[in-house]
C-alpha cells in the first residue's frame, strides 16, 4: 500500500509564504507521479501542481504560475511546494496525490491520496 502524508500547512497573511511537504512510502518513489490538489469550501478538487522523475514539475493551474513551486527530492520521497506571495483565493486543504509515473491534472487519475493540510490566507 502506499502512504502520502501531507504538511506545513497553516495560516498565513496574504503575501506570505509555506512549504507544504508530501511524504511518501511503501512503494518504489522513482515510479510515481507526486501532484498537488486543493479543495476550497463546497468546491471540487482542483489540480495545482505535479512532479515526475522524468518530466520534472508542472503547474496545472495558471494564477499559481511564477508563485509555487513544486520540488521532488527522490532521496527522502518527499515532494514539496513551496508557494509564495499566498492570496486569498488559494486557501483551501491541499492534498497529494499519487499515480504511476505521468502526471495528470484530474484528480480521479491518482489512486492515492493523504489527508491533506489546512492552508488558510486571511488577513
Known amino acids: 500500500q502506499l502512504q502520502l502524508v501531507e504538511s506545513g500547512g497553516g495560516l498565513v497573511q496574504p503575501g506570505g509564504s509555506l512549504r507544504l511537504s508530501c511524504a511518501t512510502s511503501?512503494?518504489?518513489?522513482?515510479?510515481?507521479?507526486i501532484g498537488w490538489f486543493r479543495q476550497a469550501p463546497g468546491k471540487e478538487r482542483e489540480g495545482v501542481s505535479c512532479?515526475?522523475?522524468?518530466?520534472?514539475?508542472?503547474y496545472f493551474t495558471d494564477s499559481v504560475k511564477g508563485r509555487f513551486t513544486t520540488s521532488r527530492d527522490n532521496t527522502k520521497s518527499t515532494v514539496y511546494l513551496q508557494m509564495n506571495d499566498l492570496k486569498p483565493e488559494d486557501t483551501g486543504v491541499y492534498y497529494c496525490?499519487?499515480?504511476?509515473?505521468?502526471?495528470?491534472?484530474?484528480?480521479?487519475?491518482?489512486?492515492?491520496w493523504g489527508q491533506g493540510t489546512q492552508v488558510t490566507v486571511s488577513s
Open positions: 496525490g499519487a499515480r504511476w509515473w505521468y502526471c495528470s491534472e484530474y484528480a480521479y487519475e491518482y489512486h492515492d
Open positions: 511503501g512503494f518504489t518513489f522513482d515510479y510515481y507521479a
Open positions: 512532479s515526475s522523475r522524468d518530466y520534472g514539475s508542472t
